[in-house]
C-alpha cells in the first residue's frame, strides 16, 4: 500500500486496527471528561474543589501503579493487557452511566469511578505506549506515535464538541452511556490483529523489576533532562481538565457547548502539532524539547490573560499546539533512546510523571483556582513552566560539547522482527 509519508504506519494492519479502534474509544473518553466534569459541577454548585478532588482521585493510582504497570508490560503480553483493561474500562463506564440516568448518582460514586478508572489506567497507558513499537518496528515508530497523537486530538476535537451538545439535548447520562460502548471498538481492533506480525524480540520474559528500570533511567542522563522537564511541566503546567471547566463556567459564564468549544480549541491546537508531528523520522535533540517547553510556557501564561471568549479560544489553540508538540517531542527522546527490554518501564515512567503528578498539580492548582480565580492557575503554570524551561536551556547549553552524556546519541537496540505469538 503506498501512503504520504505522513501516513506511512498506516501501510501496516495492525496498526490500522489500533488507530481505528483507539480513535472510537477516545472520542468516548473526551465525551465523558466533559460529561463528568459538567456532572460534577452541577452536583456541587460549581466546586473547584470537588473537581479537583475528582481529578486528584482519577489520577492517583498513575502516581501510585504506574510503574508496576510499566513492569507488567515488559513482561507479559501487551495486546493481552490491553484487551483486559479497556473490558474493565467499558464496566466502568456503564455503570456510572447508568446511575446517572437513573437519577441515582451522587458525587462519591463520581470519585468511585474516578478511583477505579485511574487503577485500570495505570496498567493500560504504559502497555499501549510501549506497545506502538511491537506494532510498526523502530523505523516506523516515530510516525505511528505522531500519528497515535493526531487521532487522539481528532477525537479530542470532535468528542467535547458532540458531548456539549448532546448534554444540553438529553444530560450527562447518555454521554457516558456512549462512552461505555465505545470501548468495544478498541477490543474489537486488537482481537483481529495478527500477531504473528507484530515485532517481538523471541527472547524470554524480561526479568528484574521495577527497580531495575529506574537504575536504566538514572544510568542514562540523556534521558534525565526531559524526565525532569516533563515533571515539572506536568504538574504545573498542564492541569488543563481541571482549568477548562473552570474558565468556562466562572469566568466567561458559558454554557455546556461553549465550555465544550474551549476544549475543542485546546484540541485542535493540538492536532495540528501532532500532524506536524508526523514527519519527525529520527529521536529529537535535547533542544527541541526544552524549546518547545518554553514556548509553550509563554503560551499558557498569555492565555491567562485573554479578554473574551474568543481571544481565549485563539490562545488556547497556540497553547494546545505547543503543549502537544513539547510532550511529543519528550516522548520520542525517551522512548526512541531506551532499550526494548526496558521500554515498558521506561514509558510508565513517562506516564507516571506526566500523568501520574496530576493529583499534586490539580490539589495545588485547584487551590489556587479557588482563592484566587481560574485565570490564576493558568498563570502560574505558564510562568513555572518557563522557569523550568529557562534551567533546563542552560543545563542544556552547558551539555552541549561533544563528549558530554546529555547530547550523546546511544544505539537504540530494536528486536527483530519474530514470528512467536506472545512475550511470555
Given at each position: 500500500?503506498?501512503?504520504?509519508?505522513?501516513?506511512?504506519?498506516?501501510?501496516?494492519?495492525?496498526?490500522?486496527?489500533?488507530?481505528?479502534g483507539q480513535l472510537v474509544s477516545v472520542a468516548g473518553t473526551w465525551m465523558m471528561v466533559v460529561?463528568?466534569?459538567?456532572?460534577?459541577?452541577?452536583?456541587?454548585?460549581?466546586?473547584?474543589?470537588?473537581?479537583?478532588?475528582?481529578?486528584?482521585?482519577?489520577?492517583?493510582?498513575?502516581?501510585?501503579?504506574?510503574?508496576?504497570?510499566?513492569?507488567?508490560?515488559?513482561?507479559?503480553?501487551?495486546?493481552?493487557?490491553?484487551?483486559?483493561?479497556?473490558?474493565?474500562?467499558?464496566?466502568?463506564?456503564?455503570?456510572?452511566?447508568?446511575?446517572?440516568?437513573?437519577?441515582?448518582?451522587?458525587?462519591?460514586?463520581?470519585?468511585?469511578?474516578?478511583?477505579?478508572?485511574?487503577?485500570?489506567?495505570?496498567v493500560e497507558v504504559p502497555a499501549r505506549m510501549a506497545f506502538v513499537s511491537e506494532l510498526v518496528?523502530?523505523?516506523?515508530?516515530?510516525?505511528?506515535?505522531?500519528?497515535?497523537?493526531?487521532?487522539?486530538?481528532?477525537?479530542?476535537?470532535?468528542?467535547?464538541?458532540?458531548?456539549?451538545?448532546?448534554?444540553?439535548?438529553?444530560?450527562?447520562?447518555?454521554?457516558?452511556?456512549?462512552?461505555?460502548?465505545?470501548?468495544?471498538?478498541?477490543?474489537?481492533?486488537?482481537?483481529?490483529?495478527?500477531?504473528?506480525?507484530?515485532?517481538?524480540?523471541?527472547?524470554?520474559?524480561?526479568?528484574?523489576?521495577?527497580?531495575?528500570?529506574?537504575?536504566?533511567?538514572?544510568?542514562?542522563?540523556?534521558?534525565?533532562?526531559?524526565?525532569?522537564?516533563?515533571?515539572?511541566?506536568?504538574?504545573?503546567?498542564?492541569?488543563?481538565?481541571?482549568?477548562?471547566?473552570?474558565?468556562?463556567?466562572?469566568?466567561?459564564?458559558?454554557?455546556?457547548?461553549?465550555?465544550?468549544?474551549?476544549?475543542?480549541?485546546?484540541?485542535?491546537?493540538?492536532?495540528?502539532?501532532?500532524?506536524?508531528?508526523?514527519?519527525?523520522?529520527?529521536?529529537?535533540?535535547?533542544?527541541?524539547?526544552v524549546l518547545s517547553a518554553l514556548a509553550f510556557g509563554v503560551l499558557e501564561t498569555t492565555a491567562?490573560?485573554?479578554?473574551?471568549?474568543?481571544?481565549?479560544?485563539?490562545?488556547?489553540?497556540?497553547?494546545?499546539?505547543?503543549?502537544?508538540?513539547?510532550?511529543?517531542?519528550?516522548?520520542?527522546?525517551?522512548?526512541?533512546?531506551?532499550?526494548?527490554?526496558?521500554?515498558?518501564?521506561?514509558?510508565?515512567?513517562?506516564?507516571?510523571?506526566?500523568?501520574?503528578?496530576?493529583?499534586?498539580?490539580?490539589?495545588?492548582?485547584?487551590?489556587?483556582?479557588?482563592?484566587?480565580?481560574?485565570?490564576?492557575?493558568?498563570?502560574?503554570?505558564?510562568?513555572?513552566?518557563?522557569?523550568?524551561?529557562?534551567?533546563?536551556?542552560?543545563?542544556?547549553?552547558?551539555?552541549?560539547?561533544?563528549?558530554?552524556?546529555?547530547?550523546?546519541?546511544?544505539?537504540?537496540?530494536?528486536?527483530?522482527?519474530?514470528?512467536?505469538?506472545?512475550?511470555?
Amino acid at each position: 500500500m503506498t501512503l504520504p509519508s505522513g501516513l506511512r504506519s498506516l501501510s501496516v494492519r495492525n496498526f490500522r486496527l489500533f488507530a481505528a479502534g483507539q480513535l472510537v474509544s477516545v472520542a468516548g473518553t473526551w465525551m465523558m471528561v466533559v460529561a463528568q466534569d459538567w456532572l460534577v459541577l452541577s452536583l456541587t454548585g460549581d466546586s473547584a474543589s470537588a473537581l479537583a478532588t475528582v481529578t486528584a482521585l482519577q489520577f492517583t493510582p498513575l502516581m501510585l501503579f504506574t510503574l508496576y504497570g510499566g513492569r507488567l508490560a515488559d513482561r507479559h503480553d501487551k495486546r493481552r493487557l490491553l484487551m483486559w483493561a479497556n473490558t474493565a474500562s467499558g464496566a466502568l463506564a456503564l455503570s456510572l452511566a447508568l446511575l446517572d440516568l437513573s437519577g441515582a448518582a451522587r458525587l462519591w460514586h463520581v470519585y468511585l469511578f474516578a478511583l477505579a478508572l485511574g487503577t485500570v489506567n495505570a496498567v493500560e497507558v504504559p502497555a499501549r505506549m510501549a506497545f506502538v513499537s511491537e506494532l510498526v518496528g523502530a523505523e516506523l515508530l516515530p510516525n505511528a506515535s505522531s500519528l497515535s497523537a493526531a487521532y487522539f486530538n481528532v477525537a479530542r476535537v470532535a468528542g467535547p464538541a458532540l458531548a456539549g451538545l448532546l448534554i444540553g439535548a438529553s444530560g450527562t447520562g447518555w454521554v457516558m452511556l456512549l462512552n461505555a460502548a465505545s470501548y468495544a471498538g478498541t477490543v474489537a481492533g486488537l482481537r483481529l490483529m495478527r500477531t504473528s506480525e507484530l515485532h517481538r524480540s523471541g527472547r524470554a520474559a524480561v526479568k528484574g523489576g521495577v527497580a531495575d528500570g529506574l537504575r536504566y533511567v538514572r544510568t542514562r542522563p540523556d534521558l534525565l533532562l526531559p524526565v525532569a522537564l516533563i515533571a515539572v511541566v506536568g504538574l504545573f503546567g498542564l492541569n488543563f481538565q481541571l482549568l477548562l471547566p473552570l474558565l468556562a463556567k466562572t469566568v466567561f459564564h458559558a454554557d455546556a457547548a461553549s465550555f465544550g468549544l474551549l476544549t475543542t480549541a485546546f484540541a485542535a491546537g493540538s492536532l495540528l502539532a501532532a500532524l506536524v508531528g508526523t514527519g519527525r523520522r529520527s529521536r529529537p535533540p535535547a533542544r527541541t524539547v526544552v524549546l518547545s517547553a518554553l514556548a509553550f510556557g509563554v503560551l499558557e501564561t498569555t492565555a491567562a490573560w485573554a479578554p473574551g471568549f474568543t481571544s481565549a479560544l485563539f490562545l488556547l489553540a497556540l497553547t494546545g499546539f505547543a503543549s502537544l508538540y513539547f510532550a511529543q517531542a519528550a516522548n520520542h527522546r525517551i522512548q526512541l533512546g531506551s532499550d526494548p527490554d526496558y521500554r515498558g518501564r521506561v514509558m510508565a515512567l513517562y506516564t507516571l510523571i506526566l500523568q501520574g503528578s496530576t493529583p499534586l498539580g490539580a490539589l495545588l492548582i485547584g487551590w489556587l483556582a479557588q482563592q484566587l480565580g481560574a485565570r490564576a492557575g493558568l498563570l502560574a503554570g505558564g510562568l513555572v513552566s518557563v522557569g523550568a524551561a529557562a534551567v533546563a536551556l542552560v543545563v542544556e547549553r552547558r551539555g552541549s560539547g561533544e563528549d558530554d552524556p546529555l547530547t550523546q546519541e546511544p544505539p537504540t537496540r530494536e528486536p527483530r522482527h519474530s514470528t512467536r505469538g506472545g512475550t511470555t
